[in-house]
């Protein structure tokens, strides 16, 4: 019984606290853990609403930029459009002026064409085509030459004009293009703007000191580690306590036991002293 005591009491000689302080200490020591498990919740869920509503912000961000580059586009599109419409006009003006020319040419060419040739001169070039073979005899020679002449002028008005027509609905098209993405992007934005981020943010009670903080991030970390390593000391101080508690109880166990056996014997001693002094 001697023997238990002492080492129940060797046992508690080093504790951090009493046999009888012991329970008390483990239900403090539990409710602790369960305040800092809470308070490091409550961290690490602000450190989700701030990382969300960054994310967001990086978005919104990113999403300006496209725009902005696709509104510079637009205007550098615009600018060339204007250039090819004015371009556009004055070639379509100049068809229009040359079909105008010809025409009245085709209708005086139909009067004159006897005149004509018969102005015609050996090695001088003719006042209509410019060329100083004169082959023809017969009116309708002549006025197929000037008409295939005609023919050339009126292709090199159209095809002058061709290319500025297929490039202004070429701008067209991707300026149409540029207004589409633009809408996509202004309807994403609206998107991460309606997002409830910033007001669960706002609302969470440890707002206020991470908005304080000079460096947000660090705040976060810090923070963080620092509920990490109390619950860490604190729970190797619990399992430390309820090892103690383990041995302390397998101890009391001992010294009942030994005390029950101890007097036991004494009743045994005193029954067997009773019979001999009978």
Do not use: M
Request: aromatic share 2%; hydrophobic share 35%.
């Amino acid at each position: 019984l001697e023997a238990h005591q002492s080492d129940l009491a060797r046992v508690f000689q080093h504790a951090p606290c009493s046999a009888e302080d012991l329970p008390e200490r483990l239900q403090q020591l539990t409710q602790r853990l369960q305040q800092q498990r809470l308070a490091l919740r409550g961290v690490q869920e602000l450190e989700r609403l701030w990382q969300r509503r960054n994310a967001v912000q990086e978005r919104l961000e990113q999403g300006r930029q496209q725009q902005a580059t696709l509104l510079a586009r637009r205007e550098q599109l615009t600018a060339q459009g204007l250039e090819v419409r004015a371009a556009h006009e004055q070639a379509e003006q100049a068809l229009k002026v040359t079909l105008q020319l010809l025409e009245r040419q085709r209708l005086a060419r139909s009067e004159s064409v006897e005149q004509l040739r018969e102005r015609l001169q050996p090695e001088q070039p003719c006042p209509v085509c410019g060329s100083i073979e004169h082959p023809y005899h017969a009116p309708e020679a002549l006025l197929q030459a000037l008409s295939a002449h005609d023919d050339d002028e009126e292709q090199r008005a159209r095809a002058a004009l061709k290319p500025l027509s297929e490039r202004l609905v070429e701008l067209r098209t991707e300026v149409g293009a540029l207004i589409e993405q633009h809408k996509q992007l202004k309807a994403q934005e609206q998107q991460w703007l309606d997002q409830p981020g910033d007001a669960e943010l706002a609302r969470h009670p440890l707002y206020p000191a991470l908005s304080d903080a000079e460096q947000p991030a660090d705040w976060l970390r810090d923070t963080l580690a620092n509920h990490t390593r109390l619950i860490d000391e604190d729970e190797r101080q619990q399992n430390s306590l309820l090892a103690l508690q383990q041995q302390a109880s397998a101890l009391q166990r001992a010294v009942a036991q030994a005390r029950e056996a101890s007097q036991q014997a004494q009743q045994l001693l005193q029954a067997h002293q009773a019979h001999l002094d009978a």
